[in-house]
């Protein structure tokens, strides 16, 4: 397990790389610590990094859950494994975490301005917390395990179907999806699709209007509740 003592920051100007390796190590740097070039993260279980600026995630391995509180954007310069949840609170900033190669296996819950995010295989997204836009993309399907609450435009593509069924869910900007096999979406108020691009069926259960502003080519039947 590595930690660090509290009131304590590390303060790195070049790149860096962090290590807990072994089965059931953790990493816990959780004070407002600055790696001006990055960091790389690895370890045997879980990993919780906090940062007083950005960060640069400079790829990792997680054993089982990721969670980033930073206090300036967060992005990537190589992919991430995670076998677990990712969890990332940076208010007010970007989340880019968008590498096509990425292995985000569990839940990805974000609160921020913006998210882009991508992973091989299956996409769960977490609680989401957003003031601007969210992207997300996946080869396999989107799903969620808890509501999205998100300001701007929501774009979904998918290899797969999406299903965006929270009850609570806010796309207040309304919803784009980029391609899809099967897609549905559930909105607590009204919801604009801009555009849906669905190679099977659209369903749509909505507690205000449906309006869309694209078109929304379907080759099977669509249901649309409202």
């Known amino acids: 397990r590595l930690t660090q003592q509290a009131g304590t920051t590390v303060q790195v100007g070049g790149a860096s790389s962090l290590t807990a390796a072994g089965a059931g190590h953790d990493l816990v740097l959780d004070q407002a610590n ?9 370890a045997g279980r879980d990993v919780k990094v906090t940062t007083g600026g950005a960060l640069l995630l400079n790829g990792g391995q997680v054993g ?48 921020a301005a913006t998210l882009d995010v991508a992973t091989q295989g299956n996409l769960q997204l977490g609680a989401l917390s957003l003031t601007g836009t969210l992207g997300a993309k996946a080869s396999g399907q989107i799903s969620q395990t808890a509501a999205a609450q998100v300001t701007g435009l929501s774009t979904l593509e998918a290899g797969q179907d999406v299903a965006m069924t929270q009850s609570a869910n806010q796309f ?31 369903s749509v259960n909505a507690q205000g209007a449906v309006v869309h502003d694209a078109p929304v080519p379907l080759a099977k039947a669509t249901a649309l509740l409202a």
Do not use: E
Request: proline share 0%.
């Open 172 to 202: 207040s900007g309304g919803v784009k999806v980029v391609s899809a096999r099967d897609v549905a979406l559930t909105q607590q108020g009204a919801l604009n699709l801009a555009g849906v691009q669905a190679s099977g069926q659209l």
């Open 64 to 111: 089982r859950d990721l969670v980033i509180q930073s206090a300036g954007a967060v992005s990537q310069s190589a992919v991430l494994s995670v076998a677990g949840q990712t969890q990332v609170t940076a208010s007010g900033q970007q989340v880019s975490l968008a590498m096509a190669g990425n292995q985000l296996q569990g839940a990805v819950a974000v609160q």
């Open 34 to 42: 600055v790696f001006s070039q990055g960091t790389a993260v690895s």
